[in-house]
């Protein structure tokens, strides 16, 4: 009875008119990877917050991306909480003049809205409703927001990996948004890695219509489209192909290209997948087609995240404890694996049982017309579900 009475109190409580206030007002900070002013800006905005809690705080910076922020809240319980989000986005610096935050309808768009500002904020405002409240169910709290994680968390994952280690986490809370098209809570229990390259082929410069040279860009198509191949023998696996290159500006088109390059980023499901991609790359390297002879290539590993993970036996309890939560506010119930990575892939990475897609829902990532979050009742339900689901891993988790 008086869980129903705390999801009862939580969906009263939350203050929509605030949440979409301070979501506006971070949505209109460019903060792109590496953007280290408008980072710090935003992990400013949140230190103070999460101070104004009764949060100590730290900051671990970086010249190169800005401010990484860790804070700590003590409470009654035994259970250590992480609570994660990141405050970068994938918008280049000045994007936000030409996409500033708007509400339309239900919906409010802007940059990092979704991935993952909508999240952080869900996150704060369910510790600030425990907090003012003096409900502490947890031992302690530790809130991480970092500052590279759209490019692989390079950089602060050593730090949050230690900080998990240091505070002994037992549990781990992921608030990236949740796909807006599924009904109800939908909790993700898996997901993918991301391991990215950049391949550089050199070729030789000669005249095209003499026959003369070796061209570099067609060394390289031959290559990627063997590389696709490769990748599509396995389900799991998928690999995208940007920031294509070769024969300089195009103007000088009766000179093979003598350098062509790309980036190829995968994805893997499953640990063995995720140990094969340096096999297939090798596939690549020599030169199997007439069009290759006598190019070269090099492969140089550009970022990557732990392996992908799959939901084990403590995974799936803390699906299961949020499904109870889920029935007490009448909302259907779903668990999903999810083609994306995030720091959740850190934690599993550790042995720590994470759930992630807690944040709101939303939708549009990673373009920046689109990115949204839904405002109203599905918000609300969601504050509602995150309230109590830190309530009942607090009182249920079993160490
Ligand atoms: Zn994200």
Known sequence: MIQ????????????ERRFVEMLMRLSAINSGTHDTVGINTKVDLYQEWLRSLGFETRLFPSTEYGNNLAAV??????????LFGHVDTVYPVGSVSQHPPRIEKDQLYGLGTSDMHGGNLLLTEALRFLVERNLKPYGKVLVLLNNDEEWASMHSRPWMQRLLLEHAIHVGLEFESQEEWIRGINVTVGRRSQSAYHLTVRGKE??????EGISAVDALLFKLLRLRELVAQYEGMSINITGLFGGGDGMHYTTRAGDAGATVSFRATSPQEYFKIGKLLNRIVANEEPEEQGSEITITPFNHTPPPYLPTPQISHLAELGRSVAEELGLPFTTGLKGSTSDANAFADVGIPVLASLGPMGGGDHNATEEHILLGDPLREK???????????CALWKM
């Open 206 to 211: 000669g005249h095209a219509g003499l026959g």
């Open 4 to 15: 129903v009475s705390l999801l009862q109190q939580a969906y009263t409580w939350f203050d």
């Open 73 to 82: 809240g003590e409470g009654e319980g035994k259970v250590a909480l992480a």
């Open 383 to 393: 504050f509602a579900f995150v309230v109590g689901l830190i309530d009942r891993v």
